[in-house]
């Protein structure tokens, strides 16, 4: 075995001696011609890495921050600008072309005036600095002086306002004019002239930071405008010398405005920029020039060395048909003592290896009998050897197996004890989660015939006294709903009220929706309600106003619940976060009712906790209304405290911190929905009469025709009977489930839009949808503004001409992916088209080729026929070297998105920035 396996080894060696002298030959011919055009590329390389890198030394020559590193940076491009010249006068020489002019004596004087340029913008930019920290440190000294000042004027008044109290004048009403007439007049005038300084001084901060002319002249303007009425308002402030002291620094900011002023030195740099810039856009196309030349060059040493290549090739090409006699050859010596090795060696493996299966299937049998005293032989030895020890180790075995089979019957009898304790223990669990499935259905229903009945009232009541009462109603059941909500979660330890979803709110609508509800239930007990709003709060605010609400509509309610007379106070103020330095809401509701003891105060927050008090009094409620407030102030991350005094009264406070909201992200008011005309047909399945009368009312005023049905299969029939443009199904129908019911709808031709009706707390996902056979799912009670939107959705829109294949292609991938994802690829796509065209428009050659390519890619992805057309053209002329014209392809791009919005709308996608819902 050992000669045979020597045999072919040498075989293997020469066939691997002739590869590498032919190697080493071809290798040498490669070497010779890289020694021969190797360094007129290497130059030619030079030139293009120099020529890279002066682009960069340009830009970063505008933002030099010391005359050192503009120095530094102009001697570096000096450099690469004479390694450029030299490299291609050299290369011309190489390729036998005449020299023409020394590159790069134009680009050089362009750079020493660029590095004069440079130092006198960086001087400017130190000059104006300075200005503006000057400027700053004087505006600090006037606004102290004119806080001096105005702190004097009020103690004036003070003082005068305690002369009227002491009685110390003869006429309190001529003394009352003249206060009025002088000192609170003065202290007026002396607060303007603080907003006239602060304007003009915040302007001038900004100069140093504007580089258009216009805009310089524009603010020197107002400045002079707002100086002007600061010097007249000074002769008002109450001390003379403060007069003139606030004169003399009025005229220092004058002085900014004067030529060499901080406005003149920023004009001056900005025209030093423009002239950077300027001379840099000259030495790029100098540099470009340059380029251009060593490129020819390098191309003709390219087609120098492309000759020797050829050469080098066809003598490879001979050598490699000697080298290839030699392989078979000696393939053909292999297959012959392949023969003799099968013979001699193949047959004693064979039974080798037929006695290993043997042993590893349990047959031990006698000990094998050893052939020969080679490598197999050796083999057939250590197999009687495993042999042996595998027949000692069955034996082993079966009294192992014994052993186990008496354990594992113990095992078992324990795993039966434990599964009948775990089937009683989720018997138990199921029983409590069908109770609260069965509250939240129940209690859910009769409160969306309420909500609904109240909305529908709502639009109905002419008197505007009635329609706020309505209003204040159906505000309160909807209140009453998300409370019923948060005890079902709260009993079923689900913890709802971690999750927040805040929006942006009025504070005064808010406090006055408050007020209006504490008015409401103050009024039966004759109490006095007082509403206090602190003045420069906040108007917009962002949060959970939801909860919040839910905590102060306890708050109010327990306050007048324990008061019998007297008044209820709601006060609202609010704070700045040192931390953070947005505002912290502050509301303190405050009542002169029983109050509470020490030892009452301390248990306030627990569950079920109520005074003996209000026991003995008949005050209903369960005690949960705290506990669940104590919750949702913790998840608002805010503080409830209580202070409260027994038969004097208490005072809640509820301390949230929040953020400045937007006015214009403010959700619109509910009533919008009347503006819809769907004119959609609509069936409504549901087994509650009520419900299907606040649906009726809700969709007829939007312009549907509306039908309804009382259970499952009459509800079938009427889909089979009329065609529907959106079907509304309860999920607890009493005959067939709802589910059931959708997906019978699914699987006919041309399906409606199905939505699920659920009193139930579950989650509107894709999961959830496609579970149900639904696209939609509403909880109970019904939103109009939901309605709208899934009118919105049915109504059938006008989908531009050559947009079906769009329109074909978002469905397959909302069918694919998911709507929410379809969504996010749509709109990324328009997101980023514009900054792709962006670069289209600017690049040239390769990245412009690249460009357009990665542009037609993503619109063959939503089937955008023409604008891929377009950027094809664009992307084969860049790559064949031409500049082609951008119209078209411009025209297709705007084109697209346009097509591409309306076939999204048109399958129901929601693509607006920001947006939360589809």
């Known amino acids: 075995m050992i000669q045979i396996l020597s045999a072919m080894a040498a075989l293997a060696v020469m066939v691997g001696v002739v590869a590498i002298a032919v190697n080493r030959y071809l290798a040498q011919s490669q070497t010779d011609l890289i020694n021969t055009n190797l360094p007129a590329m290497e130059l030619a390389s030079r030139v293009g890495s120099a020529a890279e890198g002066v682009g960069n030394l340009v830009a970063a020559f505008e933002r030099p921050d010391t005359p050192e590193d503009l120095d530094r940076i102009a001697a570096a491009l000096e450099e690469a600008v004479d390694r450029i010249g030299t490299g291609v006068l050299k290369l011309e020489r190489m390729t036998s072309q005449g020299a023409g002019e020394r590159a790069g004596m134009r680009a ?27 400027l700053a440190s004087q505006g600090a000294a006037i606004n102290a002086l004119i806080e001096a000042q105005k702190d004097l004027a009020r103690l004036r008044i003070t003082a ?56 310089l002249a524009a603010i020197g303007a107002e400045i002079s405008s707002l100086l002007d009425q600061a010097e007249r308002r000074a002769r008002f402030l109450p001390s003379s010398s403060a ?87 000696a393939t053909i010596a292999a297959f012959v003592l392949w023969l003799y090795a099968r013979r001699q060696l193949v047959t004693r493996l064979a039974n080798v290896s037929g006695r290993i299966v043997a042993v590893a299937g349990g047959e031990y049998g006698d000990p094998m009998p050893i052939s020969g005293q080679d490598e197999i032989g050796r083999m057939e030895k250590a197999l009687n050897i495993l042999r042996r020890r595998a027949h000692e180790a069955a034996r082993l ?34 029983s409590k989660t069908e109770f609260l499935a069965r509250m939240s259905h129940e209690i859910r229903t009769p409160l969306n015939g309420i909500i609904g009945m109240l909305g529908l009232l709502e639009d109905e009541t002419e008197d505007p006294d009635a329609r706020g009462r309505v209003r204040t109603a159906h505000r309160s059941a909807c209140e009453l709903l998300e409370l019923t909500n948060d005890v079902l979660s709260y009993s079923d330890t ?7 979803t805040p929006v942006h ?80 809401l502050s509301m303190t509701v405050a009542d002169t009712g029983a109050g509470m003891s020490s030892e009452a105060m301390a248990t306030a927050f627990d569950e079920y906790s109520r005074t003996d008090q209000a026991r003995r009094d008949g005050v209903e409620g369960l005690g949960l209304g705290l506990a669940i407030s104590r919750s949702l102030t913790a998840a608002l991350g805010g503080a409830l405290s209580v202070e409260s005094e027994k038969d004097v009264g208490s005072r809640f406070t509820l301390t949230v911190p929040l953020t400045i909201g937007d006015a214009d992200l403010i959700p619109e008011d509910a009533s919008n929905w009347q503006k819809v005309e769907a004119g959609c047909a609509v069936l409504v399945i549901d087994d509650h009469k009520v419900n299907r009368m606040v649906a009726r009312g809700y969709l007829e005023r939007m312009g549907c025709d509306v039908s ?77 503004r939901a309605l709208a939107e899934l009118l919105a959705l049915c109504a059938p829109a006008e989908v531009p001409q050559g947009a079906e294949g769009v329109l074909d292609s978002l469905r397959g991938d909302i069918a694919d992916l998911g709507a929410e994802t379809t969504a996010l690829i749509v709109r990324d796509f328009l997101d980023s088209l514009q900054d792709e065209l962006d670069t289209l428009r600017s690049a040239s050659g390769d990245a412009r080729r690249k460009a357009a390519h990665r542009i037609r890619g993503a619109a063959s992805n939503f089937r955008l026929d023409a604008l891929a057309g377009a950027l094809a053209e664009v992307e084969a002329s860049a790559e064949n070297g031409g500049d082609p014209s951008l119209a078209r392809a411009l025209k297709a791009a705007e084109d697209a998105a346009k097509t591409l919005k309306a076939a999204a709308k048109t399958a129901g996608l929601q693509i607006d920035e920001g947006s939360t819902k589809r």
């Open 505 to 584: 709110f009025l504070l005064r609508d808010f406090v006055g929706q408050l007020g209006h509800h504490l008015q409401s239930l103050a009024a039966s007990k004759q109490l006095e309600a007082v509403i206090d709003l602190s003045e420069p709060a906040p108007p917009v605010l962002f949060g959970d106003i939801t909860k919040i609400r839910q905590v102060m509509i306890n708050l109010l309610s327990n306050a007048v619940k324990y008061t019998e007379r007297g008044s209820v106070t709601l006060l609202v103020d609010h704070a700045i976060s040192p931390e953070t330095g947005q505002p912290v």
């Open 108 to 134: 050089n004087d362009l750079v020493d005036r660029m590095r004069r340029s440079g130092l006198e913008r960086l001087q400017l930019t130190a000059r104006v600095q300075a200005s503006a920290k000057r």
């Open 397 to 430: 075995r079966s009294h192992l197996e014994e052993a186990v089979i008496a354990r594992t019957g113990d095992v078992v009898t324990e795993m039966k004890l434990s599964n009948v304790a775990r089937a009683e223990a989720e018997a138990a669990d199921r």
């Open 494 to 500: 689900q913890g709802r009220a971690d999750r927040l």
């Open 708 to 784: 309804e049905a009382a259970n499952g299969a009459a509800g079938l029939a009427a889909e089979e009977e009329t065609r529907f443009d959106l079907i509304l199904i309860d999920l607890d129908l009493p005959d067939i489930s709802g589910k059931e019911v959708a997906a019978r709808i699914k699987r006919r031709t041309e399906a409606p839009l199905r939505v699920a009706l659920t009193a139930h707390l579950i989650e509107d996902n894709d999961e959830n949808r496609a579970a149900l056979n639904v696209a939609r799912i509403l909880t109970k009670p019904i939103s109009p």
């Open 160 to 215: 005068g306002i305690a002369g009227l109290y002491d009685g110390g004048a003869d006429d309190p009403r001529k003394a009352l004019d003249t206060l009025a007439d002088d000192a609170f007049f003065a202290f007026e005038r002396v607060t303007e002239m603080a907003r006239t300084v602060d304007a003009a001084r915040l302007q001038l901060q900004q100069v140093k930071e504007l580089t258009a002319p216009e805009a």
């Open 243 to 329: 007069q003139v002291d606030a004169i003399a620094l009025l005229q220092d900011y004058r002085r900014a405005l004067a030529p060499g002023g901080i406005i003149d030195q920023q004009t001056r740099r900005t025209a030093l920029q423009s002239v950077i810039a300027s001379d840099s856009g000259r030495l790029g196309q100098a540099i470009s020039q340059m380029s251009d030349r060593a490129r020819i060059a390098r191309e003709n040493v390219q087609a120098q060395g492309l000759a020797g290549i050829a050469a080098a090739q066809a003598r490879a090409r001979t050598l490699a048909l000697a080298l290839l006699a030699v392989v078979v050859a």
